[in-house]
């Protein structure tokens, strides 16, 4: 499974009356959230522009007409599961060090729920084998064994779940070194057997479940980890408020906007502190947003 | 503690709140001793800036002393008097290395929104709305830094409060304004807005060999200052035309650089602004860039057109033409203030500069909302409020 394959199919926008309604609609909802002057509003406004710019390009990547599109299988490492549709994901980042310092990070599995929100934790198993813990919604967890099937020092780790997992899924992640110090390209493919299809992909897609947000999410954690040591976060600071409740509305785009995954300190979490600004953060890290935990059900 | 907190346009109050605590490794607290009103928190108290949220702290000028230092932070001790860089920088992204410290990446916990309007997120700073971070800001009695072991400067013994509190934000922002001018011996900077950093510019452009300095507004306590404190020429855009005055003044040729210290919030350039105009003209139209459209068309040919006023938006009906026959280098962004940290410090306490000279108001933290009606309808001459907890 490479990163080169098309995930899907691009039409024109003349071709396609669906598109042009988005471009519509997403051009009102955008002005419609713009005049909101607020954070809802904002999300508003983002999703309208996406809405709007995606049709009108052919570029909607994250916004993609509900059931207008089919994911063509671009792997192999995952067995098809019958009555189930692949969903495939891919994102990169450009991180300021070597692909070695990061091979070394990603390899030890451990690392994974650090910037990975949806994971609590992966711990090893037997020979390449390891044992994955996902949160469930309302609370729950979702588990699954997987193996490294293959890899090669400081370029590529890829991983599939093994038979019988009741979510199949299959992850690579390549380092690529970039030139004159600019340090290291990381890619990421990650694939899963959604039972919804296309068709749940794209609801989760429009209540924030996001998988494309997710995976951007999810790298840029590990970046801000691997450059500065932490992940930015407001999660705990003061505001003149108490209403918590603030930002629902913005929530489902946020995807994760970042609160301290597994940040050692401290009084953050214990200040009792009414704020809400760590917004989106706050919330979304708690948010049932991992695709594989919509596969589930 | 107490801090400046906003509920709406033209609501802020000073709101009783949970005392910020060290929430990551590489963050700071620090107690503010004296901190300011930025002519950029103007537009957050007009409305104009989206992604506000009612009960957000405010401010991003301030300084003070450290009162507790995170496990990841090894350069700073409780005691230590400092000053915080406006925008909040990782220190250790391809950015930050290569000193462009307000586009850090690493550092706004709400990029994805940025990314969305922008393509890319800039830093995160203080007190300045969601979409750049949402970071509790300094017009309070504590704030928490983030990432505090590269946002600082230690202040030494000597300089009063008044003299550096500016190196946080508006003398760098002036500073860089004037660098981007690459000025030369001989050399005319004509400056558009007499606010705090248009001040500052003049003192700057002179400071970095301008040989003439022009600066345009029409409020008259502003130019006044503009001539009698900052030693500027000056126009009064009431009183005579602009482009005609500065062609004349500059024997047909034009200033060599031109300076637009007063972006376009002012004049709603904010998103909600553009909706105004969008729907209006069916789409078409969006704003009115008058005084970017104004330096454009005065600015020598070959010359440098500077901008640190803030623009947010969409610009329509930009003289680009113009811009583009006479081989105009632009050059504009947020203050990358960390660069600036220590040389501006040391021009002070050498007294090549002495940015003080532009406070008008000396008030308590309490009365910040006083402050803030003053600040907007120029009251009493106003142009620049400093406050104490």
């Known amino acids: 499974m490479d990163g080169s394959g098309a995930v899907v199919p691009r039409g024109a926008a003349g071709r396609d009356p669906g598109r042009w309604t988005a471009a519509l609609s997403g051009g009102a909802l955008a002005l419609y959230g713009v005049s909101r002057i607020s954070l809802n509003g904002m999300g508003l406004a983002v999703l309208g522009s996406g809405l709007a710019y995606g049709s009108t390009t052919g570029r909607g990547r994250r916004l993609r007409g509900l059931g207008a599109r089919v994911a063509r299988p671009a792997g192999k490492l995952v067995a098809r599961l019958p009555g189930k549709r692949r969903v495939m994901v891919r994102h990169s980042v450009a991180i300021n060090s070597s692909p070695e310092t990061l091979y070394r990070y990603w390899r030890d599995f451990t690392n994974l729920p650090r910037f990975m929100d949806h994971l609590v934790s992966v711990q090893p198993g037997e020979g390449n084998r390891w044992h994955w813990v996902d949160k469930a919604p309302g609370g729950g967890t979702v588990e699954w064994d997987a193996e490294i099937v293959k890899e090669e020092p400081n370029e590529l780790i890829a991983w599939r779940s093994l038979p019988g997992a009741d979510v199949a899924n299959s992850g690579i992640v390549r380092f690529k070194a970039l030139p004159a110090g600019r340090g290291t390209e990381v890619h990421v493919t990650l694939e899963y057997d959604a039972p919804g299809g296309q068709l749940g992909a794209a609801l989760a897609k429009l209540t924030g479940d996001e998988p494309q947000q997710q995976v951007t999410e999810d790298l840029r954690h590990f970046k801000q980890i691997m450059e500065a040591g932490e992940i930015p976060t407001t999660k705990g600071q003061s505001a003149g408020r108490r209403d918590v409740g603030l930002h629902k509305v913005a929530e489902p785009l946020v995807g994760d906007a970042g609160p301290g995954v597994d940040m050692p300190a401290s009084h953050g979490e214990s200040t009792g502190s009414p704020d809400g600004s760590a917004t989106a953060g706050a919330q979304a890290a708690t948010a049932p947003r991992d695709v594989a935990r919509e596969a589930q059900r | ?389």
């Open chain 2, 1 to 389: 503690m107490k801090a400046v907190c906003w509920y709406g346009k033209n609501d802020v109050r000073v709101e009783t709140v949970p005392d910020p605590q060290i929430i990551n490794p590489r963050d700071a607290v620090v107690k503010i001793s004296l901190t300011a009103i930025c002519g950029s928190d103007r537009h957050l108290y007009d409305g104009y800036v989206p992604s506000m949220q009612p009960g957000d702290i405010l401010g991003h000028e301030f300084m003070g002393e450290v009162v507790d230092v995170g496990p990841g932070v090894d350069n700073l001790r409780r005691g230590d008097r400092i000053l915080v860089p406006f925008n909040i920088s990782c220190g250790r992204c391809f950015f930050c290395r290569r000193e462009l410290w307000s586009l850090c990446d690493n550092s706004n916990p709400n990029a994805w929104m940025a990314e969305k309007l922008y393509g890319y997120s800039p830093a995160g700073l203080f007190g300045y709305s969601h979409i750049l971070g949402g970071y509790a800001g300094g017009q309070a009695e504590y704030v928490r830094v983030p990432f505090a072991d590269v946002g600082h400067l230690k202040i030494p013994e000597g300089p009063t409060d008044e003299q550096v509190l500016f190196v946080t934000d508006i003398l760098p922002t002036a500073y860089q304004a004037v660098e981007q001018c690459e000025i030369h011996p001989g050399d005319t900077v004509a400056i558009w807005g007499c606010g705090p950093v248009g001040q500052l510019i003049i003192k700057c452009a002179q400071l970095l060999g301008a040989e003439r300095v022009i600066a345009i507004d029409n409020v008259p306590e502003r130019l006044r200052m503009a001539k009698e404190q900052a030693g500027a020429e000056v126009v009064d855009f009431d009183r005579v035309h602009v482009l005609e005055t500065l062609k004349e003044m500059t024997a047909g040729q034009g200033p060599d650089a031109c300076i637009d210290a007063v972006g376009l919030e002012a004049h709603g350039a904010s998103l909600d602004a553009i909706y105004d105009r969008v729907k209006a003209a069916g789409f078409l139209a969006t704003d009115r860039p008058h005084v970017l459209r104004e330096a454009i068309q005065a600015c020598r040919k070959g010359g440098i057109l500077s901008i640190p006023g803030v623009y947010g938006g969409v610009l329509d009906k930009l003289n680009l033409g113009a811009a583009f026959n006479k081989a105009l280098t632009f050059k504009m962004g947020q203050t990358h203030v960390h660069k600036y940290l220590r040389p501006l410090l040391e021009r002070i306490e050498r007294g090549e500069i002495d940015p003080s000279f532009i406070i008008t108001h000396r008030l308590h933290l309490d009365d910040a909302p006083h402050a803030y009606e003053v600040f907007k309808n120029r009251q009493d001459g106003c142009v620049k409020v400093v406050m104490r907890p």
